[in-house]
């Protein structure tokens, strides 16, 4: 291998200043082995929004003829490494720059790793994680997906625990002691810094994958055509108004059939319909149109266009009849309000299992208050890491922010 390519699939926004120091980050690590690199995004992401899966690259070389070939192309179709900072991506990624779901794990090469930041378990991990004909290494670093926002960000040291676990991961093109050189020269690094490295590249859990392990579904997919195929005159059809539910009583918005949304989500509303006043504000307020209106008046959130921004939560005006749940304990997109019709003390019983769980009902992303990270960090020191690392053997709050 005379060259290495590694792309990033982030959430745009929360985690698009992350992405850009990891892919700046390697590239300097390779650097200062004598290696050329570079780092890009990808055009078509950009502009980005809340949450949206985007994605970043960088290549590395041995030398400056190899890094031109590699470049040659608009982006990477292959990649030795896919770096995920977001567990929750593992169900797959849709972007507005391209058709349908993608595997997270679509451009790994044969025997490549899939370098995720995760506190699930692997089997857990891998219900979600799509099927490959090729086997590859699943690699973990244990932390909780750091996000911040457009203008701020989150010193969790995220980026420099991902470049220790890339020296582990790649040595031939990254050695520890030319990203612990690189992180110690950074405009952000610092001698705790290198220290996370370190930690980071000692600490790397792997396994590996075989073909066929894994999510058995088929992502959705289409074809339309391409911008070159269309002709002069073309019209694009517009989105038809909803319809009645079946009954004639409810109703239904329509949805855009080409792109769900579903996997800009890292959080999504479970709804308490025992206790909801019928206000209409969540219907009102969801910028995604997600709520069908249901015949008893209810409302139910279409799991397919629910992209997670939590405002319905923050409108209603009944206590806990809207909570935002992570979206890593969730199997599927079906009804909620199917559920409680068709059995409501099961459904209660579901509900509270979900709402109940204090790591799953933090918020995870967004920016709300000058200060936020600081506290956020400080609390889970004061922890002793015990409720973020519960089950993980030899994490401590220290490995998780030093
Ligand atoms: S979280 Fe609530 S308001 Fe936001 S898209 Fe989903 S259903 Fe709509
Ligand atoms: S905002 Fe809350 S109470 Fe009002 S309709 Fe929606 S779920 Fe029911």
Same mark, same amino acid.
């Given at each position: 291998m005379a060259a290495f390519t590694a792309e990033i699939v982030y959430r745009g926004i929360f985690q698009k200043n992350l992405a850009a120091r990891i892919v700046r980050g390697i590239v300097l690590s390779a650097r200062k082995s004598g290696r050329w690199g570079i780092a890009f995004g990808r055009y078509g992401d950009s502009p980005q929004r809340n949450g949206i899966p985007a994605k970043d690259f960088a290549i590395v070389a041995d030398t400056k003829e190899e890094l031109e070939q590699n470049m040659a192309?608009?982006?990477?179709?292959?990649?030795?490494v896919t770096i995920c900072v977001d567990d929750t991506l593992a169900k797959g990624v849709e972007s507005w720059a391209w058709y349908g779901l993608q595997p997270l794990n679509r451009l790994i090469v044969p025997g490549g790793t899939l370098l995720i930041t995760s506190l699930q378990p692997y089997g857990d991990i891998l219900r979600d994680i799509h099927r490959k004909d090729t086997p590859f290494t699943m690699a973990l670093i244990r932390a909780r997906a750091s996000f911040s926002g457009l203008w701020v960000y989150k010193e969790d040291h995220t980026e420099v625990r991902i470049l220790g676990a890339l020296a582990k991961i790649v040595p031939a093109f990254l050695s520890l002691d030319a990203v612990c050189q690189a992180v110690s020269e950074m405009e952000w690094g610092s001698d705790l810094k290198v220290a996370s490295a370190r930690k980071a590249y000692d600490r790397l859990e792997s396994r590996e994958i075989e073909a066929g392990e894994g999510n058995p579904e088929t992502p959705y997919s289409f074809e339309l055509p391409r911008w070159w195929e269309m002709r002069e005159g073309v019209s694009i059809p517009a989105i038809p108004l909803g319809k009645p539910k079946e009954g004639g009583k409810g109703y239904v918005p329509e949805r855009n059939p080409y792109f769900k949304k579903f996997s800009t989500r890292t959080m999504r509303p479970v709804i308490d319909f025992d206790t909801?006043?019928?206000?209409n504000l969540c219907w009102i307020s969801c910028p995604d149109s997600c709520f069908d209106v249901m015949p008893d008046g209810t409302f139910d959130a279409n799991m397919e266009s629910c992209c997670g921004c939590g405002v319905c939560e923050a409108v209603c =005006?009944? *206590?806990?009849?809207i909570t935002m749940v992570n979206e890593?304990?969730?199997d599927d997109n079906a009804s909620q309000w199917d559920a409680w019709r068709q059995d409501k003390d099961a459904y209660r019983t579901w509900m509270i299992d979900k709402i109940s769980n204090t790591q799953a009902t933090v918020r995870s992303h967004g920016f709300r208050f000058r200060g936020q990270y600081e506290e956020e960090l400080k609390s889970e020191l004061d922890a002793g890491g015990q409720a973020i690392t519960a089950?993980? =053997?030899? *994490?401590?709050a220290q490995h998780k922010t030093v």
């Open positions: 192309r608009y982006e990477p179709k292959h990649v030795d909801c006043v019928k206000c =005006p009944v *206590e806990k009849c890593s304990v969730f089950g993980i =053997p030899g *994490e401590n």
